[in-house]
Structures are given as C-alpha cells and as structure tokens.
C-alpha cells in the first residue's frame, strides 16, 4: 500500500523523499511513519487512501465469497473526494500587500521553470517582455488571491490584471498561477483557478483570459476543463 500510494503521490518533493524510504529495506514503517507526520495535508491524504483501499481488499473478499454462494457481487460505495478534504486545510483569500514581494520572486521564477529548455538568459528576456510596465501591486487594475495553510504558511497565488475597453466590456487577463513545490498535486491551482473566475463574475467581469507560455502549455486540458475555449 505505501509503495502505492508514493508511486501515485503528485507532490514531487515528498514523493522522492518517501521513495528513498522505501528504497532502504530497513526501519521503513518507522521512517514513512516520521516523515508523513511532517505535512498534515500529506498525512491525511495517506489516511484516506489507506483506509480506501483496506475497504477495497475486504470487499473483494467478500465478493469472492458471495460468488461462491452463488450471489450476485456487490459495487462500491461512493468515495471521499481526496483532493476536497485536503484544500480544506487551505484559506484562499486576497492579497492584501503582505506577500508582494515574494509574489514577485515567485512570479520570475515561474519563467525560469516555463522556459527551463530554453536557458536562464531567454526566460530572463521573456520576463522582461512579459513584465514590462507591469508588476503585482494591490489595487488599481492589479487583483491578486493568495493561497496559505493554516498556519499562515504561503502556498501560491494567481494573479490577473483587468482592463475596460469600449462599452462597458471588462476583460481581466490572468498573468500568472503559481503553486510552491511542496504544496503541488493537491490541486491547489485548480481551486485557485476557479476562485479567481468566481470573484470575476462577481465584479461583473465578461471575459477572463490566460496567455499559455512555455512549458505552461501542457495546462491547456485544464482549462478546457475549467470551461476555457
């Protein structure tokens, strides 16, 4: 169950970790046990899924005995959503000038890791293309949403920029969606994401656009997803 669970784990930082764990053939229940206790989110989404698939192995059983006394098997019942119980332990809300200047770390970094094939100098260029007479301010046409853990721990952001064109048309134009390393594949930029197009239509925004650059590309099936065209 635990080389199962690593194996599908979408976070890419413990994954590794826990993989050299169960690489070392000693003490290993001990040291997955330890390190797991490390990130609650991690800790219950192990809980989740251990318990899910415990269930599955005593239902299979008793299928198995249903079919020998000649009845029909049984289906499964409904399962928690995981990712849901995990982003609960995280508070979306909107940047309030506190984190402004590791957006704007992060923001640049975001290029590097886009355009990582390319080299440090073109990413370097297109950031300073991409962020000419721009940068993540709050107010004015700026509006960011942050991502935090409980304890107040910054786990990413989105950041978009809107503008009114002739009659009355708002188009708000997201610039960029960053998830810090470790707290990636719990699908915290999918939550972002929709948080983002909820508080749009909620200032009576008509269209919200996302330019996909780089390795960003490999983002267009969840945005198609996400009701994007």
């Known amino acids: 169950l635990m080389e199962k669970f690593v194996a599908n784990l979408r976070n890419p930082l413990f994954r590794e970790t826990l993989r050299e764990i169960l690489a070392r053939g000693k003490g290993v229940f001990r040291q997955f046990k330890d390190t797991i206790k490390q990130r609650k989110d991690i800790e219950r989404l192990w809980f989740s899924f251990k318990d899910r698939e415990m269930k599955r192995v005593v239902l299979e059983w008793y299928n198995q005995l249903r079919e020998s006394w000649g009845l029909e098997r049984i289906g499964t019942e409904p399962l928690e959503e995981t990712e849901e119980l995990i982003l609960s332990d995280f508070v979306i809300r909107p940047e309030g000038g506190k984190h402004l200047e590791i957006i704007r770390e992060l923001d640049r970094r975001a290029f590097q890791e886009n355009f990582g094939d390319e080299g440090p100098g ?95 590309y490999g983002l267009l099936d969840s945005l198609k997803t996400a009701g994007f065209r």
């Open 122 to 216: 073109y990413a370097e260029y297109m950031y300073e293309v991409r962020r000419y007479g721009v940068e993540p301010e709050v107010g004015s046409e700026s509006v960011i949403l942050i991502a935090e853990t409980p304890v107040g721990e910054f786990a990413g952001f989105i950041w978009g920029v809107e503008t009114r064109t002739g009659g009355n048309f708002t188009v708000s134009r997201l610039l960029q969606l960053y998830v810090v390393r470790e707290y990636r594949g719990l699908g915290l930029a999918k939550v972002l994401l929709h948080r983002f197009c909820v508080s749009a239509y909620e200032r009576s925004v008509d269209r919200v656009t996302i330019e996909l650059l780089g390795s960003g």
